[in-house]
């Protein structure tokens, strides 16, 4: 989830998620980021409306809180 | 220019002495709260932390003397009846420890309400006599039942934003209704150079946790949605896919030795729903 | 939620979540890590079983599958 | 719940279901059909929508499971 | 679904099931039974324990049936 | 399944499903397919609105996935 | 979900699940594969017991569930 982690960082920061940028940002984090894959998310993340899907993950029962 | 009382020389000199020894200070307000409830936190706190007392002025004389950069930024919270509060546990470890010493107390009269304080309708410990009139005084509806004094109707007593009033603070704590939390009440701690206001403090690891949660099923949805293969979504990806092959295969009515219980459980299902 | 999601960048990374790493990862991200909410999210999450917390939220279905 | 399943039988097979039929076919499957029992089902299945059922059937969960 | 109705249906009358009988109860209901569906069925069932399955139906609901 | 799985692979493809497509591609995962019931699968198939029915069954929440 | 369909195409034909029989597959079903999403499929499902996710996936509650 690294990638995808990151991705909401730079999304939260109100940045544009592109290769350049997730790759940095893991880097800094440690972890040797794969090419294919940094652009397989980033493209398919341009295909979806990011907001929206917070949106609805939100809404889901994250509930089960921590003892 | 009077030269200041040596016991204020020396006070100053100490608490400045003691920040600059200390990993933590906060600067807390006791606003309200009681000797005896002091003596117990202060007790409760003993060889975690140090408390003082001490008019703003001196506060602020000390900040200044201490030798710890930035600290003066605490200036900003030394107001009214507050105390200085050092230690050598982590900023946020204080504000925590300082909140659990928090307690309810009695109101005494003249303090605001910070929420809607109420009456439950009840039988209480009284019997008839004076008290009667004490409470019907501050407005609740009584009577006499099996020889105590009983509350017929649950009412807010004081608004939230209200003034307690005497009366009503005695009434309230006659019902063992305590209105108010009085503890040490941090308005802002100081740590390694950094001044932390109440709400970076009151960042808690509950609501961390919950955001945690939130986090990672931002973080799952965005990867299902991209069908980003990550072992996280992978088993709800497969499930999807089982579902969806169980769905099609029913409705094209392809029967095969690994399905065969889907047409059954659906035959069952329908000849229940006929029989109901 | 910039900082939780750097948080949990570095925990899915492998590394001890510390201020200074939190901090390095936020920046790169283009955010102005606030020193105070550095140092009390590092402390919560100190005291709380990550791990637990987020199996706890894999086990909540999530609403929003793909298309 | 033999009969039921002989008039799904029937229904299934585009046909009417009627006791005359619903009889025969029980009387194949190795069932002594009672009339009476015939005559309840066939006429409290006239009164009912059967694909209208069958359809929230798959959506309802099972009450009861048959002995 | 005729050929799974007809299959319960000769379960529930105690019978065993096999090509022949299922085939004479569709028949006798009006279905011209294919022998090749006949035999994935029978062959089907012989691996399941309908008993088993019935039992459980109570509990275990059906993955997102089409009516 | 083998068959029904090689059908929503040869449809997330879009690509029609014939039965020379889903022959092929059930061979080439080492399955050897039959013939009747590659008819069977794709004659039906014919008959229903697969992106309906996938709509639906997606539509069912799927609970708690080991992670 | 072709990557998806086609692990499972595999699974269903007992085929241990490499990214080498994954791609043939697509490519035979004509998709493109990618190289990276190939990789972390497989590399996720190296981490996951199908057998038990697909069990649960039958066994999970669908659509009925309690409000």
Same mark, same amino acid.
């Given at each position: 989830?690294?990638?995808?982690?990151?991705?909401?960082?730079?999304? *939260?920061?109100?940045?544009?998620?592109?290769?350049?940028?997730?790759?940095?940002?893991?880097?800094?984090?440690?972890?040797?980021?794969?090419?294919?894959?940094?652009?397989?998310?980033?493209?398919?993340?341009?295909?979806?409306?990011?907001?929206?899907?917070?949106?609805?993950? *939100?809404?889901?029962?994250?509930?089960?809180?921590?003892? | 220019? /009077?030269?200041?009382?040596?016991?204020?020389?020396?006070?100053?000199?100490?608490?400045?002495?003691?920040?600059?020894?200390?990993?933590?200070?906060?600067?807390?307000?006791?606003?309200?709260?009681?000797?005896?409830?002091?003596?117990?936190? /202060?007790?409760?706190?003993?060889?975690?932390?140090?408390?003082?007392v001490m008019r703003?002025?001196? +506060?602020?004389? *000390?900040?200044?003397?201490?030798?710890?950069?930035?600290?003066k930024g605490l200036?900003?919270?030394?107001?009214?009846?507050?105390?200085?509060?050092?230690?050598? +546990?982590?900023?946020?470890?204080?504000?925590?420890?300082?909140?659990?010493?928090?307690? /309810?107390?009695?109101? =005494?009269?003249?303090? +605001?309400?910070?929420?809607?304080?109420?009456?439950? $309708?009840?039988?209480?410990?009284?019997?008839?006599?004076?008290?009667?009139?004490?409470?019907?005084?501050?407005?609740?509806?009584?009577?006499?039942?099996?020889?105590?004094?009983?509350?017929?109707?649950?009412?807010?007593?004081?608004?939230?934003?209200?003034?307690?009033?005497?009366?009503?603070?005695?009434?309230?704590? =006659?019902?063992?209704?305590?209105?108010?939390?009085?503890?040490?009440?941090?308005?802002? $701690?100081?740590?390694?150079?950094?001044?932390?206001?109440?709400?970076?403090?009151?960042?808690? %690891?509950?609501?961390?946790a919950a955001d945690?949660?939130?986090?990672?099923?931002?973080?799952?949805?965005?990867?299902?949605?991209?069908?980003?293969?990550? %072992?996280?979504?992978?088993?709800?990806?497969?499930?999807?896919?089982?579902?969806?092959?169980? $769905?099609?295969?029913?409705?094209?009515?392809?029967?095969?030795?690994?399905?065969?219980?889907?047409?059954?459980?659906? *035959?069952?299902?329908?000849?229940?729903?006929?029989?109901?």
């Open positions: 989830m690294e990638y995808v982690y990151g991705a909401l960082l730079l999304h *939260a920061a109100g940045q544009e998620i592109d290769e350049e940028k997730l790759k940095k940002v893991l880097t800094e984090a440690g972890v040797q980021a794969d090419e294919a894959r940094l652009k397989a998310l980033v493209s398919s993340l341009k295909e979806i409306n990011i907001e929206e899907v917070l949106k609805n993950a *939100a809404a889901a029962p994250v509930a089960a809180a921590p003892a | 220019m /009077r030269k200041p009382a040596q016991w204020k020389v020396e006070l100053v000199d100490q608490v400045a002495k003691e920040i600059s020894s200390s990993n933590v200070t906060a600067i807390v307000s006791i606003k309200g709260l009681r000797n005896k409830q002091f003596q117990d936190i /202060r007790k409760s706190l003993r060889g975690e932390v140090k408390i003082r703003g002025t001196l +506060i602020k004389k *000390a900040l200044e003397k201490a030798q710890k950069k930035d600290i200036e900003q919270f030394v107001s009214g009846q507050v105390a200085v509060v050092t230690g050598n +546990i982590g900023a946020p470890v204080l504000y925590r420890r300082l909140e659990g010493t928090k307690q /309810r107390a009695p109101a =005494r009269g003249g303090e +605001i309400a910070d929420h809607d304080i109420v009456v439950e $309708a009840k039988e209480t410990s009284f019997p008839p006599g004076p008290m009667i009139s004490e409470f019907q005084k501050v407005g609740l509806q009584t009577a006499i039942e099996k020889g105590k004094i009983v509350i017929k109707k649950e009412a807010v007593l004081v608004k939230k934003g209200e003034v307690i009033t005497p009366e009503k603070a005695k009434v309230l704590e =006659r019902l063992e209704i305590f209105p108010l939390i009085v503890g040490l009440d941090v308005l802002g $701690a100081y740590e390694d150079g950094i001044i932390f206001t109440k709400e970076s403090l009151s960042i808690t %690891p509950e609501q961390v945690v949660a939130t986090a990672f099923a931002r973080a799952k949805a965005l990867a299902l949605r991209a069908t980003f293969m990550v %072992p996280e979504v992978v088993p709800e990806l497969l499930a999807k896919a089982k579902l969806e092959a169980d $769905a099609l295969a029913l409705a094209a009515g392809f029967l095969t030795e690994s399905n065969v219980q889907l047409f059954i459980l659906k *035959a069952i299902r329908e000849a229940n729903a006929l029989n109901a």
